[in-house]
């Protein structure tokens, strides 16, 4: 069981709408149950709260953000084959 009054949660300045976060629902407090979800709506207007700022996700959930998910990678850059040229391509 986690303590929250103690944990490290997000600020509110760190989470912004579109981004995909881990919250807790009330009805999970007290559990590690988080769900991960896109936030629609920041309903927490003070910058820092214990339990981590209440949210709307866009499945309409509404919960406390725990933890910010990394951004994905982007894809890696592919190179043209070696030996290949654009311009005899083109010819």
Known sequence: ???FE???VPARKEIKIGQRVWAI???NYGTDDLTEGTVQR???SAPFHPRGIK????D???ARVQRLTPPEPAPPETEP???FNA?????
């Not at 311009?87 to 010819?91: G, I, K, M, S």
């Open 1 to 3: 069981m986690r303590d």
């Open 6 to 8: 103690n944990s490290e």
């Open 25 to 27: 629902e009330k009805r």
């Open 42 to 44: 920041i309903l927490t």
């Open 55 to 58: 949210v709307v996700l866009e």
């Open 60 to 62: 309409g959930t509404i």
């Open 81 to 83: 084959p070696v030996g």
């Open 87 to 91: 311009e005899d391509e083109l010819r």
